[in-house]
């Protein structure tokens, strides 16, 4: 079974600063996508970025990129020049190749402050 | 474009007391998901459909779970009898369903509802 890893419960980045979340998974698959989701207070999941694991290139999103490392079934979100907006709850979440279900991790709370 | 429609918002019921979530996914997605998020936790799949059909129902607790989309749009959540331990945010997500540009194994992206926040005393 596929288990997802979220080992920073919280973080904290000044505005304008760099901060990075760390995620890490479990599975013996070959073929996979990872996602970093968004939840805001309101609640309403986003998708911030994916990933899929035939792709060497890290994927970026504006000031949202990650840091894939498949050997590590490592898979960090780094959020450039942060903004007040960026507060919100972080997940991790990978989906098996072929299928759309979605295994979240239980999420980083991240606070950007003036 | 709208987006993912929930209601209720909230929901207070007593254990052993029956309610139910609606979904309305975004126009022209054919696929439709429900997952519960316990407070602390990552939102857990708890059924798929696919149109009508059921995709994957493995998680969903069938003894007191139970969900229809019977026109193949939106979707009903039902929970009967409630327990303490349903307690939760319960999300509806959909996506286009198809394979894409014909790259093999293509996901659409699951776009996420505001979800009903349900507390059981």
């Known amino acids: 079974a596929q288990t997802v890893t979220q080992s920073q419960p919280e973080m904290s980045v000044q505005e304008a600063e760099t901060v990075t979340l760390s995620c890490t998974y479990d599975t013996s698959e070959n073929n996979y996508y990872l996602f970093w989701y968004k939840q805001p207070p309101s609640r309403q999941m986003i998708l911030v970025i994916r990933q899929e694991a035939y792709k060497q290139q890290n994927a970026t999103e504006n000031r949202f990129s990650v840091n894939f490392q498949k050997a590590a079934k490592s898979f960090s979100l780094k959020i450039s020049d942060s903004q007040l907006g960026d507060t919100a709850m972080y997940f991790c979440a990978f989906m098996k190749w072929n299928t759309d279900k979605l295994i979240f991790g239980t999420g980083t709370r991240l606070q950007v402050f003036p | 474009e709208a987006g993912v429609a929930q209601s209720p918002r909230y929901k207070i019921i007593e254990k052993r007391q029956s309610v139910a979530f609606w979904c309305n996914p975004i126009?022209?997605?054919?696929?439709l998901y429900w997952y519960q998020q316990i407070l602390g936790q990552g939102p857990k799949l708890l059924i798929q459909?696919?149109?009508?059909?059921?995709?994957?129902d493995s998680q969903l607790p069938k003894d007191r779970f139970s969900a229809e989309r019977l026109k193949g749009v939106d979707s009903t959540l039902k929970i009967q009898p409630a327990k303490l331990e349903d307690s939760a945010v319960y999300l509806c997500?959909?996506?286009?369903?198809?394979?894409?540009?014909?790259?093999?194994?293509?996901?659409?992206?699951?776009?996420f509802g505001p979800g009903t926040r349900l507390t059981v005393l």
């Open positions: 997500a959909s996506s286009l369903g198809r394979l894409a540009g014909g790259r093999p194994g293509y996901r659409d992206t699951q776009y």
């Open positions: 126009s022209g997605h054919a696929t």
């Open positions: 459909f696919q149109n009508n059909g059921v995709v994957d």
